[in-house]
Structures are given as C-alpha cells and as structure tokens.
C-alpha cells in the first residue's frame, strides 16, 4: 500500500513536472501574469510529492516490506536501521529517486529565494529546471522504478545491502554528490533562460553566482567523502584512482570551478559573458554525462551500478536533447552579446581567463582519457582501458600552473596592473616561497626529491600571496581590527578556498612521496619496521557482529623508544547473507601521518597476508577540500547576495528591459 | 593595427599555441598509456604483445589458484572456455577473488606466454561481471554465456 502511494505520488510528481515545465515559459512569451506565478506553487508541489515517494520508499526499508523488489534487492532484516534508511540511495533504482528529490529541492529553492529577480526570469528559470525534471522523472518511471512489486511471489527476506555500502561515508557520500550535480542545474537554467531573454549581464552574473558556488561546494564535499571512502573502506589505502566514475564526477567539478571564476569576471567586468554561458551549459552537460557513464554500464569500475542498455540509451538521449538543444540555443543567441570593455595583458581578466583555460583544458584531456575507451570500442572493437599514468602525466603539472597563476591572479587589479608594480608586491611572496620551500623540502629524512620541492614552493607561494593581497587591504586602515571587520566574507570566502587548494595540493604531494607501504606475509610475533616504527603482528581472533562474522588481527605499533604508539584492529568480515568477503582497514588517524593496516587472506598456520601503510599528511588532502568548500558557503553568505530590497526597487526596470527583450 | 587589437590578437595566440601543446602532449600520453584487453583465446594465439601493458581477463579456472606458503607470490589460470593462460601475481587479492569468477589481470606477458600481473581486479558486487570478460566468454562460446546476458550463474 505504501508503496503504492510513493508511486502514485512520482507519476503526480511527473505530471506536474510537465506543467511546470510548459506553463510559467508560456506565460513569459505570452505575458501571463498568472501564469508565471504559477511556477512557484508547483515547485513547491513537486517537491512535497517526491518528498513523499522518497519517505514511503523509506517506510517500506524500514518495515522490511520484501514484497518491493528494490527493497527485497539491497536490504535485509538484520541489516541495522540506520542502513536501512541509507540502503534507499544504495543502488540505481532510489539514488534516482533522491537525484529526482534533489533536483526538486533546488528548484524549490529558486522559487523561494528569487522573490527579488524579475518574474520573467524566474518564470524561465523554473521552467527550465522543471523541463530537468520532466528528464529525470520520465527516466525513473519508465525505465528505474523502486517502487514495483515482486508479487505474488515475495522473499521471505532481502538480499541485504553491498556491505561495501553498510558504512558512515557511503550514508552522505551520494547525497552530497548529487547535491552538486543536480545544483548545476540552478546556473544552467539561469543561462538558459538569459540566452532566451537575450540579456546576459552583470546581474544575470550576480544571481547566478551564489548558486553556483553552494553547488560547487556541496559536489567538493561529496568528491572528498568519496575519496576518504575509497580510502578507507576499499582496503587499497588509495585516495584516487582515475577510475571513469571518479573522472565523472571531477569534470563537473573542475568546469563548475572555471564557472566561479568567471562568473566573477562576468559580474565585475561585464566581459566573457558568452564564454561563461558555455561553461554553466558545460557543466551541467558533464554532470549529467556524470550520470550516465556511472549508470548504463558501459564503463568497467568499481562503482558502475549492473544495469541494462535501456537506461544508457534513455540518459543518452536527454544528455543529447539537453546538450544538443543548448547549444542550439547558444549559438543562434551568443553572437549577438557583446562585450564592449577592454583589459590588458596584466590584469585580472587574464589572469582568471589563464586559470579557466588551464581548468578547460585538464577536463578536456580528462574527458578524453574517460571516454577513448568508449569510442574506440564502437569505432574498431577493441577494448581497451587508460590507466592512472595518463591522467599523473599532464594533471599535476597544469595544477601547479594553476596554483602559480592564483598567487598572481588574487594580487593583480582589474583591468590592468603595471608589471613592475605588480612584481614589487610579489617579491616577497615570491622569495619566500622558495626560500622556506626549499628549507622545508631538504628537512625531511628522505632528502630532497623535485616534486615535493615544487609542491612545497606553490603552496607557500599560495599561502604568501594571499598574505601579501590582504596586508594591501590593510595598509590604510586605522586599526586592524576595524579594516578585517571592513572585508566582506566573500573576499574571505575566496581566500578560505585558496587556502584549501593550498592545502590539498600539500596533502597530495607530500602522501604521494612521503608514504611507505609493505604488503608481506605476517604470521604472529612477526615484525615490520616502516617509516620509524615497529608493527608486530599479535594473531587474530574471531569476532561477531549484527550481521557478520569477522577475523579481527590485533598489530601493536611501538615507536623508536619501545613505547606503544596504538594498537590497530583490522578484519577480515563474511557478511551472512551476501556470504562476500569484506576488508575492514583499521587506521590511526592524525594530521601529519596515517597508519593504515588491513587483512589480505589467511595462509594457514595462523598467518595473514597483511597491508601495512604509513600515509603521509593524507589527511590534507580531504581537510583541504572541506575548507574549499567552506570556502564557497563564506562567499555565499556575504551580505550582498541578501541585499533584497536594492534589488527590488530595480525589479520594475529590469523587468521593462526583459519584456522588451 | 591598433594596441587593443594587437593585445586581443596576442592573447588568441597563447590560447590556440597553449591548447594545441597540450593537445599534443595529451595525444602522445593518451597513446603510452592505453591498456587492451585480450581474451584468454586471444592471447594464447599471440595476438598480445609481449612486455607491453595488457589486460586479460576471464573465469578463473576451478582448482587453478596455488599460492605459496611463505611469501605472497600467487598463481592460477584464466579462461574463457577455449584457451587458458596461467597468471602470475604477487601481492593482496581482491575480496571477491575466487575460483570460477570473472577476473581482470593488467600486467605483461613473458616469453612464454604467461601473464605477469602487478594488479587483480575482482568487482566488487559479484553479480556484476566485467564487460570484456563477458563479451569474452560469449565470443569463445562459453556455455553458461552462450545466449544469457545473466551472469549470476557463474559464481554458483
């Protein structure tokens, strides 16, 4: 019964997706007053239906109802409630429905927050993403439902959730990464919906602006749990594998980063207004490639959900019709945008016109090693993979031509600077940083290596650039206090994101050549000396959990001194119902070093084939993307996105100048 | 031509300069680092070629899978039902590794034809067969992929 009704309540749902999506758009061209304002009630209805199919859906996992087939497929009754709950986005049929949910919500959100935007434009703008959302539903219903029954013949109980997906990280993983996806739709509407008025300006760029940055920093927070789980739940002890899912969801994010950036061009400056437009069109179209690469099957990886080739094809034609119609769109509206102010070479239009074609370009040669495979099966048969060497040959070198252009990017005026002055409030920044740099890159016991120098040196040169842009601000003021008080938060915001680039380049680099890893047969009272301290093996023991058995190793870390650093408990669990195997590492946390162990199988004799890592600064890399993302909530939060009543005593104008459009 | 102009026309060149560098260098990279696939038919034929990044897969063939007791070197045998190619490999197995399921081997052949993995990948739910070992089998004409797309049946 309640299945039913989550069901009904998506074909509703569907319905008035399909309203939404025609009537304010109509309403705009035909200047129907009513009909515009149409477009908030039913976002506010779309998202109360799906909201509830997804609490039913929810309803029927949490009361074992098996008769579902989606719940009878990844749940069991011993599996705990809380993965229960989480077990609704674990696999492709209800992480739909919470994409579709999502979706909902954003545009929920535009409906409420755009009180102040002319009603033309928000009209448009809920159109659109309610034309999104017609995409989205359609594919659940007709090809992904969660809802169908397997009756009359019910399980007597499920097949239990992968036990790779009964954990903490994979709880918020998806819901966080699908917030940044379907986020991306807010800006794609919002440059549809200019392209079809006609007018991109400085405006268009405000409003756009802070949902891109919420969404941008909701897809960082979602890639980096992502990482962390692969990390700690994979059992390999890596953090990024270029695996095509990965490249699926770090496109979007890397174009959706170029959008930032010039989205602030475009606000401030009024110039690359057609070249931002592409880039929200990009990337929306990249997070939906996103959904499709992750859920036709097409791709061999670790995440690809098992599915047939009529979902691929389905996503693949909305991924056309979207891509295909937009920039239809584009190129018959963006050739009439003109951009009439100048800048020179120095200034900071170049500079973040250098770091939007260094980010194109890494999602460019990203998106080719991804999809290559792809073509070249279709176009001569054989199958093939890019390894990880491709993507570490060129991404590493464009992010620290990124990371050099920030230091002068955040310094440099709009419009133009003078080089020589330019360079008198960099030298110190600059010295600095190879300075300290190369001090901090000699200290460690390794000795000297290159890329840990250059990694170390744009770190600095972030860190010190940033210092010398806000000693600048602070030059003239009376007192400190009174001129850090006088920076908005969106100045904060930026640096704050810097910041957590800095700090992530840090992790990568120094856990990429600082770390040490053994995996070696232990039997127990065996040793290990790695990076400084000593792992001895204790032995294992059988242990029992709500729907598990595990062997757990006991490996006693001791330091230099003979003084126990922590005792590590790995497993080794056979989930009852799947009867599959499943690593648990056990890890000592800390911010300058990981220690990583992990069971491998047994070898008779009370023997493990055992993985012991010492993770250097790991952790940077994920704290680093969580101050970015902080970064980007800061930005939002500045004031001057909340200036409503300015805005509204410009709404009658604006709305003359959109009528006319 | 005018300062702008002539501003305008130089930073156009950087960019066409810049990406066609990196067009260049992502080429050359992309072909340095391009693993094939070959089915077990396949490479027992010689079509793979030796001491070049490869990747086989097939069903790891039932009573193939030895490993040595003091170290942890492994072997065992891969299969698409016509041919069997004998991998070797050193290191921690995938959890889902097991004898009579789907397997990816990356590594090199040797001189005789045997394929020298440094990595294992075994997916991580076990319904879910990697595509080439599927389109494999059912090439070589693999009874349990003769006609089925399923391939639940293998692992029982």
Known sequence: ?661 | MNPVRKNRLRIVLYIVFGSSLAAVLGLMALDENMNYFYSPVELAAGKAPVDKTIRGGGLVVVGSHQRDTQSLANTFSITDGQAIIKVHYTGILPDLFREGQGVIAVGKLNASGELIADQVLAKHDENYMPPEVEGALKQAGHPDYSSSSSPATVTN
């Not at chain 1, 304010?24 to 109360?48: C, D, E, I, N, Y």
């Not at chain 1, 940044?180 to 200019?194: D, E, L, P, Q, T």
């Not at chain 1, 800048?343 to 090693?369: D, H, K, Y």
């Not at chain 1, 093996?537 to 190793?553: H, S």
């Open chain 1, 1 to 661: 019964m309640i299945a039913e009704i989550g069901h009904f309540a998506v074909i509703l749902a569907f319905c008035l997706s399909l309203v939404l999506a025609i009537v304010p758009m109509m309403g705009s061209v035909l200047r129907q007053t009513l009909w515009m304002a149409m477009g908030k009630p039913l976002a506010v209805g779309l998202f109360g239906l799906l909201l509830i199919a997804f609490v039913s859906l929810g309803y029927c996992f949490a009361t074992d109802d098996f008769s579902v087939a989606y719940v009878a497929h990844n749940s069991n009754s011993l599996l705990p409630l809380p993965y229960k709950i989480s077990a609704i986005w674990g696999a492709h049929e209800g992480s739909f429905l919470l994409w579709c949910l999502m979706a909902a919500g954003w545009t929920l959100a535009v409906a409420v927050f755009s009180q102040s935007l002319p009603r033309v434009l928000v009209a448009r703008v809920l159109s659109i993403l309610g034309l999104c959302s017609v995409g989205f539903l359609a594919f659940l219903l007709f090809t992904s439902n969660p809802f169908k029954r397997l009756l009359p013949h019910a399980p007597i109980d499920g097949r239990d959730l992968n036990p790779l997906l009964q954990d903490f990280g994979l709880i918020i993983h998806p819901p966080m990464l699908y917030m940044g996806y379907v986020g991306f739709s807010v800006v794609f509407a919002f440059a549809i919906a200019a392209l079809l008025g006609g007018r991109l300006d400085a405006a268009w760029a405000r409003w756009s602006r802070p949902w891109t940055t919420i969404a941008w920093s909701f897809l960082t927070v979602g890639i980096a749990l992502g990482s962390w789980w692969a990390y700690y739940e994979l059992g390999w002890g890596g953090w990024w594998f270029w695996d095509p899912v990965e490249n699926a969801s770090f496109m979007p994010w890397l174009m959706g980063t170029a959008l930032m950036h010039s989205l602030a061009v475009t606000e401030k400056r009024g110039v690359f207004k057609s070249w931002t437009v592409f880039l929200a069109i990009a990337t929306f179209s990249l997070s939906l490639l996103g959904a499709f690469l992750v859920r036709s099957g097409v791709l061999t990886s670790v995440h690809a959900f098992a599915t047939d080739p009529e979902r691929g094809v389905f996503i693949l034609a909305f991924l056309l019709f979207v891509v295909g119609g937009s920039l239809l769109l584009y190129a018959l509206r963006a050739p009439t945008v003109q951009s009439s102010t100048q800048f020179s070479l120095w200034s900071r239009e170049t500079l973040l016109l250098l770091n939007n074609i260094v980010l194109t370009i890494a999602t460019a040669l990203i998106l080719v090693g991804t999809l290559y495979p792809l073509l070249a099966e279709a176009l001569s048969g054989s199958k093939l993979s890019v390894g990880p060497p491709y993507f570490n040959q060129f991404f590493p070198g464009l992010m620290v031509a990124l990371a050099l252009l920030l230091g002068i990017g955040i310094t440099v005026n709009w419009k133009h600077s003078r080089l020589m002055q330019l360079f008198g409030y960099l030298r110190w920044a600059l010295l600095g940083a190879l300075v300290l740099g190369s001090a901090l890159s000699v200290w460690h016991t390794q000795g000297w290596l290159l890329p840990v120098w250059i990694g170390l040196v744009v770190v600095i040169w972030i860190a010190l650039s940033a210092l010398t842009d806000l000693f600048r601000k602070l030059k003239h003021q009376s007192s400190l206090w009174r001129g850090l008080r006088k920076l908005t938060l969106s100045y904060y915001g930026m640096h704050l994101g810097h910041m957590g680039f800095a700090i992530c380049i840090l992790g990568v680099v120094l856990t990429s050549f600082y770390s040490e890893e053994r995996d070696l047969r232990m039997a127990p009272g065996d040793q290990l000396q790695l990076s400084g301290l000593t792992f001895t093996f204790m032995g294992t023991q059988q242990v029992t959990g709500p729907n598990y058995k595990a062997d757990q190793g006991e490996i006693k870390v001791t330091n230099a001194d003979g003084d126990v650093v922590t005792r590590l408990y790995p497993q080794k669990r056979q989930y009852q119902v799947q009867r599959s195997m499943m690593t648990e590492a056990a890890i000592d946390p800390g911010i300058t070093r990981d220690l990583y162990v992990a069971l491998g199988e047994p070898l008779g004799e009370g023997a493990w084939a055992v993985r012991v890592h010492y993770k250097a600064f790991v952790r940077c890399i994920w704290l680093g993307a969580l101050v970015m993302a902080l970064g980007g909530v800061l930005a939002v939060l500045d004031k001057r996105y909340r200036r409503r009543r300015v805005v509204v005593s410009n709404e009658q104008t604006a709305e003359t100048v959109y009528s006319h459009a």
